[in-house]
């Protein structure tokens, strides 16, 4: 699967188990690579289409990624290094840092990361739960990177009720219950 085809499957309607489908057909073809570069790549990466259609087509080659990186650990792996160090601390698009940081919850869980590279995505995670405007997914997932974090980062752990209070100041009914369930 070419870039080119990749970028125009993931520009196609939207249907029922998009992005599952999606990921077993990138797999299948061993272009994981591709869809890498487009969900996790610079900026500039898909050229001259319009802004909206960019951010679509990043969106869901983001979910895609996400899927992929669930469902197919080892298909990920080559590229797990790279979104620690550059792609998971760069990524400026809220809605695609929904399907990173679930990426990384589950990189967290599953490699031993380098304490500076692990540093860098606690301080990540760290600014984007308390990004002004930030929607609830966004800062959900954050702490949930955050709380993966404690007892690895003296840091997380001296700040951890900091971050929480911030989180309980004015939480919607979505945080309310992770404050409940899992953060306290």
Do not use: N
Request: charged share 30%; net charge positive.
């Amino acid at each position: 699967m070419t870039e080119e085809e990749l970028i125009g499957a993931l520009s196609d309607r939207w249907q029922e188990h998009f992005a599952d489908e999606m990921a077993r057909r990138v797999c299948a073809a061993e272009a994981v690579g591709v869809l890498y570069r487009i969900a996790a790549g610079p900026d500039d990466r898909l050229g001259t289409l319009p802004k909206p259609e960019r951010r679509k087509i990043g969106f869901r080659a983001a979910y895609v990624l996400e899927r992929v990186s669930l469902r197919s650990w080892t298909a990920f792996l080559p590229f797990a290094e790279d979104f620690c160090r550059r792609a998971f601390p760069a990524c400026t698009d809220p809605s695609v840092r929904r399907h990173f940081r679930k990426i990384m919850i589950e990189l967290l869980r599953r490699v031993c990361l380098d304490p500076e590279v692990l540093e860098r995505i606690a301080e990540t995670a760290a600014e984007w739960a308390v990004e002004p405007g930030s929607k609830v997914a966004v800062r959900v997932w954050a702490m949930e990177v955050l709380k993966v974090c404690r007892g690895r980062i003296g840091w997380v752990d001296e700040c951890w009720e900091d971050l929480v209070e911030a989180q309980a100041a004015g939480a919607s009914p979505g945080i309310v219950s992770r404050l409940r369930r899992s953060w306290r």
